[in-house]
């Protein structure tokens, strides 16, 4: 036990376990290693202006900002209100509707909490008043909500991309199905349960009010479009495409919805800022861990010890799933990207793993980490708007992981999901 | 003593929207000039090179400020789960220890990049694009450092005493 790298681990965890911020408590295990074993702490303030000052990660402000003015000048009611039309009186209607708009959303959206945020908000109340049990109702959409980091844009495979050199583009175009898998098996519970409390659909809309709320969503439907069309059609790079998205969101919110005021923009110019800050110094600070890490020998040890568990790449990568599931209890995900990919690529490498199916995986494996306690962002966002508490919806949101982790199964031994879509356009 | 009054609802505006409305700002413009960018590229092939470069210092600027916004209103992501489950005395130790933490990581930050700074402007380092000096852009860390540590004083100082963060 004498190891530092051990040490370097212990201390980041314990620190956290404390109740220090991530950011701070893997900021300063990093530091204190770089100073203590003379592995030259000059290079704090370089490499930290290093770790964020990347082109690439322009692209994290400028999607939360897409979302959140996407989000408030209206396009997730309107979204709501479309589905509802549509699905009808089937059994446990809005919570198939809850789903349905997650996966839409999430192709407007890169950030779970920020998701969770804009569909619970009209959401949650919605299902409530239909005599959905809040619990349940929050559960669905913080889980729904974890999605955004799945299917593109998504802050999780920037942050992959820039640490792995993997081309965001083709990660991008990998979660797509994946993140509609996940959808997929969520509905399973939100059915099943629906069915057995009760919770009725709601009627079939009338063709000339599904042509107006059609017309009405139209902007929202086509911002995807906009946004994916661009990337995809060779005409922008991700972090312009988030720039063209924000001006979308203005154009559609000023323009045509009319429902964007001063106010408005500049609350979202600030809420965009100040998340776009926490998430960009843990990333700042993260790297720096990382790169404590890696000068310290701790991640290749790491990784040896990783490889030497077993000779099956079947058997190591169900380990690696594990282990990204307990951290993703504890951490968040940008900080488990940092802290983590440095000791899995070398794995990767060894088993001739393909990066971007192994971006999908994890991905999807901290989605799951947005969901699970005690640290799980979308619970805490949830369970604000529905004013319930950690613990019940804690308990309710179960099922729903359940679903998550067979989704992640079907990921892992199916590679091809991942991979089919970025090879049809040729990102790889 | 009206004017008396006035400084100090001046004095609690920026105390309360100092960071936010610098970043509400800053944010604009990164965005405006990518917009900008991407508009003569497409419309005169022409590059604007030298608005990625400011959008990136920006984004440091930002990163700092922001942070220190969110030191004053507690939303920096952590494990509480444990700690909310000891003596309310246990939580104010750990709660100054962990300001303690934070405020010496910032403060090392603080003073390496103040030396990277000295090393810029004794070497006359300049920007690849705009060729300004590349200390303007390193500025925001020490800058940043000092304002996050006001905050974590700020904000340590309330919880001890008991008021909920605002």
């Known amino acids: 036990m004498t190891d530092p790298s051990v040490w370097l681990f212990v201390s980041f965890l314990v620190l956290v376990g404390l109740g220090v911020p991530i950011a701070i408590a893997v900021g300063v295990s990093g530091a204190f290693f770089l100073w203590y074993y003379q592995l030259g702490i000059q290079i704090l303030s370089a490499n930290i202006y290093g770790n964020i000052a990347k082109f690439q990660l322009l692209a994290i402000p400028f999607f939360i900002l897409a979302g959140l003015i996407l989000d408030r000048v209206g396009i997730s009611q309107r979204l709501v209100h479309l589905v509802n039309l549509l699905i009808g009186p089937t059994t446990g209607g809005l919570a198939l509707v809850a789903v349905v708009v997650c996966v839409f959303f999430a192709g407007l959206s890169g950030s779970g909490p920020a998701d969770t945020a804009a569909l619970g908000t009209v959401l949650i109340p919605a299902m409530v008043a239909k005599g959905y049990d809040r619990g349940f109702a929050s559960a669905l959409i913080a889980s729904g909500g974890s999605i955004a980091i799945i299917i593109p844009p998504s802050i999780a495979f920037i942050i992959y991309g820039v640490i792995t050199a993997t081309s965001i583009p083709a990660l991008f175009a990998a979660g797509i199905l994946p993140g509609i898998v996940v959808g997929l098996c969520l509905m399973v519970p939100a059915y099943l349960i629906s069915r057995a409390r009760g919770y009725a659909g709601d009627r079939w809309g009338r063709p000339a009010e599904i042509w107006r709320a059609f017309r009405d969503s139209i902007w929202g439907l086509l911002a995807p479009l906009v946004i994916l069309g661009g990337i995809y059609g060779g005409i922008f790079t991700p972090t312009e495409a988030a720039v063209v998205a924000v001006f979308y969101g203005l154009f559609v919110g000023g323009l045509i919805y009319r429902t964007l005021t001063w106010r408005i923009l500049y609350e979202t110019l600030r809420d965009a800022a100040l998340s776009s800050a926490v998430v960009m110094l843990i990333v700042a600070f993260a790297g720096l861990f990382a790169w404590a890490g890696s000068t310290l020998g701790a991640m290749d040890k790491a990784a040896r010890f990783i490889i030497g568990l077993s000779q099956s790449p079947w058997v190591t990568i169900l380990w690696v799933n594990l282990l990204l599931f307990i951290a993703g209890m504890l951490l968040d995900a940008v900080s488990i990207y940092y802290v983590f990919l440095p000791i899995f690529m070398p794995v990767m490498a060894h088993f001739h793993w393909d990066p971007v199916w192994f971006g999908v995986v994890m991905t999807i494996n901290l989605a799951i980490g947005q969901v699970t306690p005690p640290v799980a962002v979308n619970l805490y966002v949830a369970a604000n708007l529905a004013r319930i508490s950690l613990e019940r919806i804690s308990r309710a949101v179960l099922p729903f992981v359940l679903a998550m982790v067979g989704a992640l199964l079907v990921a892992i031994y199916l590679p091809v999901l991942s991979t089919w879509l970025p090879k049809l356009l040729r990102l790889y | ?166």
Request: hydrophobic letters at 55%; glycine letters at 6%.
């Open chain 2, 1 to 166: 003593m009206e004017c008396g009054a006035e400084v100090r609802t001046v004095w609690q505006w920026l105390n309360e929207n100092f960071e936010e409305a610098l970043c509400a700002g800053m944010l604009l413009c990164m965005a405006a000039l990518a917009f900008l960018n991407i508009l003569t590229r497409y419309l005169t092939n022409f590059s604007l090179a030298f608005s990625e470069e400011i959008e990136v210092s920006l984004l440091v600027y930002l990163t700092m400020l922001g942070s220190a916004a969110a030191f004053k209103r507690g939303i920096h992501l952590g494990l509480v789960f444990l700690v909310r489950r000891l003596p309310r005395s246990a939580q104010r130790w750990l709660e100054a220890g962990s300001a303690a933490l934070a405020i010496g990581l910032f403060a090392a930050l603080c003073w390496f990049s103040l030396r990277q700074i000295q090393d810029e402007i004794a070497m006359a380092t300049t920007s690849e694009a705009l060729a300004i000096p590349q200390w303007w852009y390193t500025l925001g860390l020490p800058l940043g450092s000092l304002i996050i540590a006001a905050r974590i004083i700020q904000a340590t100082r309330r919880a001890l005493r008991g008021a909920a963060p605002s």
